[in-house]
């Protein structure tokens, strides 16, 4: 076909450039809920590593075909103790009862969100529960944020607790207004690797208000009391609902918004003093490259890595998101934060992101992120619709996969 071998040399090479260095897969990608085993849809991953080096996996089990709030639905777990490569059956985690006719909390537990302890065996999940869907909430018949709590890694768990007065009430004195929704973002929540007060690291969660926008509320007594970082009177978004949040490598809070409709924000709050979480919020800014991406809920993780061409220690971010305006191709970007100038702002982080790996080439929609012990990433998503659910599927990554070899 090529005559020429000079010209046949030239397209090769010009072919492979086009592609991009080829990096291989260190382990196969492993279903570990699988959509409509039992009859019944799964969605909603949420995923991390307990203390033991245990990975703890989450979902909704919805015999209701919808979201919470409008219909019965349990949550299930599944465990893998070796990275991910095998995973048990899944297993009841919180199971609702869809006998309740009244606005009863424990009616049915959706959207789960998790943190293991990196200092002892305690798991927390927080979740949303009760019979009124987050749309229709208001504060005198309210969706309830959910407690659960383990103290062996995540295998068995305390009696699941209503927390919405503790929750609510903290918008009560707002001057936009009580709260009359609020959810709590599902997949992982993010753990302090700098502040403690006490016996915990300070964890972190996003949560969506109705009206009023989004916040981030941190615990320093790992779920028993949440406080909002900022002001109630100034929310660092106004717009979007699911988000999630990130530490940074000084120790300041990066927020990822998820716009209704398409596109992905980004906030910093910058701490004056860590120990009384003062300090304040940037601007609420729009990535250019994401502003296309598909509203679902992606995860945020940073990790460790040196740049290939020069061997450089620098940390990266990744976000995981759909690729598309539609819930299809799910993939994870990247930004390298080489020094404090590169997201000391809001602004830094508008610009800067890399299309990394493309996780699925057909539908899909939510996903989760985890650092691992070893230093990779494992990667948790919906795959595959089917009838009101996904396969969630787990993946096990490299620094060097998830960049095309760009960063290892």
């Not at 018949?141 to 383990?150: D, G, I």
């Not at 061409?309 to 970007?333: A, E, H, N, P, Y």
């Amino acid at each position: 076909m090529f005559r020429n071998n000079s010209i046949f040399l030239l397209t090769v090479l010009a072919t492979c450039i086009a592609c991009g260095p080829k990096v291989a897969p260190i382990a196969p990608q492993v279903t570990v809920f699988e959509n409509y085993s039992t009859g019944v849809p799964y969605r909603i991953p949420a995923i991390d590593q307990n203390r033991r080096g245990e990975l703890v996996a989450l979902a909704d089990y919805r015999y209701c075909h919808s979201d919470i709030g409008f219909g019965p639905i349990d949550l299930h777990m599944a465990f893998s103790s070796d990275l991910g490569a095998s995973w048990t059956a899944p297993q009841l985690m919180a199971a609702g009862d869809s006998t309740l006719t009244g606005n009863e909390f424990n009616y049915a537990f959706g959207d789960p969100s998790i943190v293991a302890d990196r200092l002892s065996d305690e798991v927390l999940s927080m979740s949303c529960g009760g019979h009124i869907p987050w749309p229709y909430s208001r504060r005198d018949s309210l969706q309830s944020p959910v407690r659960h709590r383990s103290h062996d890694g995540g295998h068995t768990w305390e009696a699941s607790e209503d927390v919405a007065e503790k929750i609510y009430s903290i918008f009560d004195g707002r001057e936009a207004g009580p709260a009359q929704g609020i959810f709590f973002t599902s997949g992982r929540m993010c753990q302090s690797r700098q502040i403690k007060l006490g016996r915990y690291y300070r964890i972190y969660t996003a949560i969506p208000t109705r009206p009023g926008g989004i916040y981030v509320l941190y615990s320093d007594d790992f779920g028993e009391e949440w406080k909002v970082l900022g002001s109630i009177d100034a929310p660092p978004s106004a717009r979007g609902d699911e988000s999630k949040c990130e530490e940074l490598p000084d120790g300041n809070v990066l927020l990822s918004m998820r716009r209704r409709g398409r596109g992905r924000g980004f906030n910093v709050f910058t701490y004056t003093d860590k120990a009384k979480a003062e300090g304040s919020w940037g601007n609420d800014v729009d990535a250019p490259v994401m502003e296309e991406v598909n509203a679902c809920n992606g995860a945020l993780l940073l990790v460790k890595a040196r740049r290939a061409s020069d061997g450089r220690k620098v940390c990266l971010m990744l976000q995981s998101i759909t690729f598309q305006s539609s819930r299809t191709d799910v993939g994870i970007f990247y930004k390298e934060l080489s020094g404090p100038d590169s997201y000391d702002e809001s602004e830094d982080f508008a610009q800067g992101w890399e299309k990394g790996i493309m996780l699925s080439d057909h539908s899909s929609a939510y996903s989760d992120l985890v650092l691992l012990r070893d230093g990779t990433v494992g990667a948790f998503w919906e795959d595959e619709l089917k009838d009101d659910g996904f396969d969630l599927i787990y993946r096990r990554l490299t620094v060097s996969e998830i960049t095309g070899g760009a960063y290892r």
